[in-house]
Every structure is written in structure tokens, then in C-alpha cells.
């Protein structure tokens, strides 16, 4: 470590550095993280964080993980990449894992959940056409505040119009429904639909889960209609809600699941989850990826899914989950801030009340002065995605902090 990446002393790389040599898409905090162990996360200046944000539900065994480091480090040592030309062992190990735990029968690597989606929605035209040749099957039905991920194609089956803004001529063919709303799909969908995209639980659009109910209607309405229904869990997956995959709560089996964010715990992986049947549309050449399957992400993403995928793992999500809550309703009562808070497992939204709409943000960068980091959901939902092992010390610590923050505000 040379001195100036000590943690106590200035670096030549600030804040106002980010303004001078990045395009201004992001506005990111005055803070610099630089280390992180387990869910506590130090800055620049040696200060610590208890991390509620996992690197927006990312980090899913905290930083610093010794099982990643190990596999990372192993794999590093053996091979790191080597395109789709060949195939190789990790790959092959986390396609089986994913497949065996899951509807799935093939899986398809890629390396982000906006690539996953990309996939999913260009196979689910591709398959229409395969299977109802010249009917114009190519329709995709999708919902309001959806998020999808940010090339074109998904932004515009997403449902939040400030992100296609600009970038006409757009994608045809997508329409928006209500979420949780049957008869307004039911006035979407018909024989043209090629497949219904939705979220098991909202996540940018503000922590919303789907209701059981709602989830069963539209996969009988696909049913009726011969669509396909894609289960986005790129935020929702890898035992964010309590469950490997939230459709496995939902009791509702999607054709097509897209996963990515907490699939690599940090190191940049996704894939998209499909039948044997549905899989036929994708053949040699219709579809690719370099680093799709890179043997180093796919090492690093087996331990993930290994540590994850247990009941311990999985309950010890369903505990936590209620013990954030029952203290966010406190604090939220006790300082009148939030209406409600809602949400899946530790996928938890805490709710602006009418006094607080649209200052989400102001209670995220008190929680940066005060030493713990959370996230937004749109401009009136306070996120919290921490690690799934995240401790009972590490949780009540970091609660004591937000309440200080809400308190310092309030
Ligand atoms: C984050 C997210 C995406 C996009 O993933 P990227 O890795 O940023 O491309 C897509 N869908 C959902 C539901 C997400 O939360």
C-alpha cells in the first residue's frame, strides 16, 4: 500500500475529480469507499458504514467474503477467460446448480441484468416466430414503473417513460399495464402477445411485491394466450426474498427467468433461465456473448449460490427480514416519516409519508453523516438490500444509526 492509499491520508482523487472526468449520468455520494468486511464498508478517511445497500442488493455475502476470495483467487491462478469458443468447468458446474435448483432446464450466461433481459426479450420474439410463423405474434406485454435494465430494448419494456426520454426512434411492439391490476392486463394481452415481462417484487419502481393472486391471473392469461411469462429476478433473485428465486414463494413458474445482481456477489455475472423447449429458438448463432459464462465469474458465482442456497441461509433472510421491519415502523411511527413499509425478505422499502414525498434521498445522505448506507426507490421510498449474512450486531447497529439520521432530519 503506497501512502497516498492509506486510509487517513488525502488522496489526490476526490468527489469534484468524478465531475471532471466522467460523463455526469451519476451523481455519486462526497464520500470514496475504499474497503469493506462483512457489511461494514470504510471510506477514504478511515470512517465506517454499516452497508444496508449491498451495492444496490449486489453484495450478498457482504465484502471481503473468505469463500469468494478463495474461489476467486484459485480460478485466478488457473484460467480467467476464454470465450464461448470453448466451454469450461465452472461454467458447466453453475449451469447444472442453477438447473437442478430450479424450473430450468438451460441456462445462458451473460454479465449484467440488463444483458439477461436483452436475452430474454429478444427470445421470446424469436420464439413466437419459430412457433406461429407470419401471425405478427410479437407483442410484449409489460408494467408501469417496471425496471428493466438500460439498453433500449429494456428500457422501453420498462415502465418509467424519464428513461427512453430522448432516445426516440424506440423499440415497437411494448405495451404497459397496471401492476397487480388483472383487468387491466386483461385488456393488453391477446393472441399477438408473445410474452408477458413482470417482477416478482418491483424494485427501482418502489419496493412493490405482486400479489399472489395478480401472479397466478397473468400466468393463466399467458396460458390462454400462448405467451410466454418472463420472471425479471435480477433484483428479486438469489435468495433476496427468503427463497433461491421469489417465484418459488410466489408459487407461480415462470417460461424465461433473468438473474443477475447478487449472482456473482459483486464480480459482474448474469444468465437467463429457460426450458429445453423454449431454448430450441436460441441456436448457434442467433445469439452471444464474450465474457457470457467467463470461467472466473462463474467460479466466484458457485460459491455464491452454494452459500446461499441452504435453509439456514434462506430462514436466517425470512428473520432478519422481520426484525428490519418491525424497527423501520418504529422509527417511522416514532419520527412520523413513513406511511408503511413493505417488501419481500431483505428487499424492504420503507414508505414517505405525505409530509416526506419526494425526500427519499434527504434520508440517505443523513445516513452517509451518520454512518450507514441505504438506498432509494424512486424519490419516495427509503431501500434497504443488505447482505443476506448480515449479523443481529451489524443490523442493530446500523438501525441505531438510521434512527439517528431520520432523528437528525425529522
Ligand atoms: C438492476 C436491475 C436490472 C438491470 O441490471 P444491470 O446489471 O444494471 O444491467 C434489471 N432488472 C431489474 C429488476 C433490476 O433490479
Same mark, same amino acid.
Given at each position: 500500500?503506497?501512502?497516498?492509499?492509506?486510509?487517513?491520508?488525502?488522496?489526490?482523487? %476526490?468527489?469534484?475529480?468524478? #465531475?471532471?472526468?466522467?460523463?455526469?449520468?451519476?451523481?455519486?455520494? %462526497?464520500?470514496?469507499?475504499?474497503?469493506?468486511?462483512?457489511?461494514?464498508?470504510?471510506?477514504?478517511?478511515?470512517? #465506517?458504514?454499516?452497508?444496508?445497500?449491498?451495492?444496490?442488493?449486489?453484495?450478498?455475502?457482504?465484502?471481503?467474503?473468505?469463500?469468494?476470495?478463495?474461489?476467486?483467487?484459485?480460478?485466478?491462478?488457473?484460467?480467467?477467460?476464454?470465450?464461448?469458443?470453448?466451454?469450461?468447468?465452472?461454467?458447466?458446474?453453475?449451469?447444472?446448480?442453477?438447473?437442478?435448483?430450479?424450473?430450468?432446464?438451460?441456462?445462458?450466461?451473460?454479465?449484467?441484468?440488463?444483458?439477461?433481459?436483452?436475452?430474454?426479450?429478444?427470445?421470446?420474439?424469436?420464439?413466437?416466430?419459430?412457433?406461429?410463423? #407470419?401471425?405478427?405474434?410479437?407483442?410484449? &406485454?409489460?408494467?408501469?414503473?417496471?425496471?428493466?435494465?438500460?439498453?433500449? +430494448?429494456?428500457?422501453?419494456?420498462?415502465?418509467?417513460?424519464?428513461?427512453?426520454?430522448?432516445?426516440?426512434?424506440?423499440?415497437?411492439?411494448?405495451?404497459?399495464?397496471? +401492476?397487480?391490476?388483472?383487468?387491466?392486463?386483461?385488456?393488453?394481452?391477446?393472441?399477438?402477445?408473445?410474452?408477458?415481462?413482470?417482477?416478482?417484487?418491483?424494485?427501482?419502481?418502489?419496493?412493490?411485491?405482486?400479489?399472489?393472486?395478480?401472479?397466478?391471473?397473468?400466468?393463466?392469461?399467458?396460458?390462454?394466450?400462448?405467451?410466454?411469462?418472463?420472471?425479471?429476478?435480477?433484483?428479486?433473485?438469489?435468495?433476496?426474498?427468503?427463497?433461491?428465486?421469489?417465484?418459488?414463494?410466489?408459487?407461480?413458474?415462470?417460461?424465461?427467468?433473468?438473474?443477475?445482481?447478487?449472482?456473482?456477489?459483486?464480480?459482474?455475472?448474469?444468465?437467463?433461465?429457460?426450458?429445453?423447449?423454449? %431454448?430450441?429458438?436460441?441456436?448457434?448463432?442467433?445469439?452471444?456473448?464474450?465474457?457470457?459464462?467467463?470461467?472466473?465469474?462463474?467460479?466466484?458465482?458457485? &460459491?455464491?449460490? #452454494?452459500?446461499?442456497?441452504?435453509?439456514?441461509?434462506?430462514?436466517?433472510?425470512?428473520?432478519?427480514?422481520?426484525?428490519?421491519?418491525?424497527?423501520?415502523?418504529?422509527?417511522?411511527?416514532?419520527?412520523?416519516?413513513?406511511?408503511?413499509?413493505?417488501?419481500?425478505?431483505?428487499?424492504?422499502?420503507?414508505?414517505?409519508?405525505?409530509?416526506?414525498?419526494?425526500?427519499?434521498?434527504?434520508?440517505?445522505?443523513?445516513?452517509?453523516?451518520?454512518?450507514?448506507?441505504?438506498?432509494?426507490?424512486?424519490? %419516495?421510498?427509503?431501500?434497504?438490500?443488505?447482505?443476506?449474512?448480515?449479523?443481529?450486531?451489524?443490523?442493530?447497529?446500523?438501525?441505531?444509526?438510521?434512527?439517528?439520521?431520520?432523528?437528525?432530519?425529522?
Amino acid at each position: 500500500m503506497s501512502d497516498n492509499q492509506s486510509p487517513n491520508s488525502s488522496s489526490k482523487y %476526490s468527489r469534484a475529480t468524478f #465531475d471532471e472526468v466522467m460523463v455526469p449520468n451519476y451523481n455519486p455520494a %462526497s464520500i470514496i469507499p475504499e474497503r469493506g468486511e462483512g457489511s461494514k464498508v470504510w471510506d477514504q478517511n478511515g470512517k #465506517d458504514y454499516i452497508d444496508f445497500a449491498g451495492g444496490i442488493a449486489v453484495t450478498a455475502l457482504g465484502h471481503n467474503h473468505p469463500g469468494m476470495l478463495k474461489a476467486l483467487k484459485e480460478q485466478s491462478e488457473k484460467i480467467w477467460h476464454l470465450s464461448n469458443v470453448f466451454t469450461n468447468k465452472p461454467a458447466l458446474e453453475l449451469a447444472q446448480k442453477l438447473t437442478d435448483a430450479t424450473f430450468a432446464d438451460k441456462v445462458f450466461f451473460c454479465n449484467s441484468g440488463g444483458e439477461a433481459n436483452e436475452a430474454a426479450f429478444k427470445l421470446v420474439r424469436k420464439y413466437a416466430n419459430d412457433n406461429y410463423p #407470419d401471425q405478427g405474434k410479437s407483442e410484449i &406485454v409489460a408494467f408501469k414503473q417496471a425496471f428493466h435494465g438500460r439498453t433500449l +430494448f429494456t428500457v422501453c419494456v420498462g415502465g418509467q417513460p424519464k428513461y427512453t426520454h430522448g432516445y426516440e426512434p424506440l423499440p415497437q411492439g411494448i405495451s404497459h399495464g397496471e +401492476f397487480n391490476n388483472i383487468e387491466a392486463l386483461e385488456g393488453l394481452i391477446n393472441d399477438k402477445t408473445c410474452a408477458v415481462v413482470m417482477e416478482p417484487v418491483q424494485g427501482e419502481g418502489g419496493i412493490i411485491p405482486a400479489d399472489p393472486e395478480f401472479a397466478k391471473a397473468v400466468r393463466e392469461l399467458c396460458d390462454k394466450h400462448n405467451a410466454l411469462l418472463v420472471f425479471d429476478e435480477v433484483q428479486t433473485g438469489v435468495g433476496r426474498t427468503g427463497h433461491l428465486y421469489a417465484y418459488q414463494g410466489l408459487g407461480v413458474t415462470p417460461d424465461i427467468l433473468t438473474t443477475a445482481k447478487a449472482m456473482g456477489g459483486g464480480f459482474p455475472i448474469g444468465a437467463m433461465l429457460t426450458t429445453t423447449k423454449i %431454448s430450441k429458438s436460441m441456436g448457434v448463432g442467433t445469439h452471444g456473448s464474450t465474457y457470457g459464462g467467463n470461467p472466473l465469474a462463474c467460479a466466484i458465482s458457485n &460459491v455464491v449460490i #452454494d452459500e446461499i442456497n441452504t435453509p439456514e441461509m434462506l430462514n436466517g433472510v425470512k428473520e432478519k427480514s422481520a426484525k428490519i421491519k418491525a424497527r423501520l415502523e418504529s422509527i417511522g411511527e416514532k419520527y412520523d416519516v413513513f406511511e408503511t413499509v413493505r417488501g419481500e425478505g431483505l428487499l424492504i422499502g420503507a414508505v414517505c409519508n405525505e409530509k416526506w414525498q419526494g425526500k427519499a434521498r434527504e434520508f440517505l445522505v443523513s445516513g452517509w453523516e451518520h454512518g450507514v448506507m441505504c438506498l432509494v426507490a424512486g424519490l %419516495s421510498v427509503v431501500r434497504f438490500a443488505p447482505a443476506l449474512n448480515i449479523t443481529n450486531e451489524e443490523i442493530d447497529l446500523g438501525l441505531d444509526r438510521f434512527e439517528k439520521a431520520v432523528a437528525a432530519i425529522a
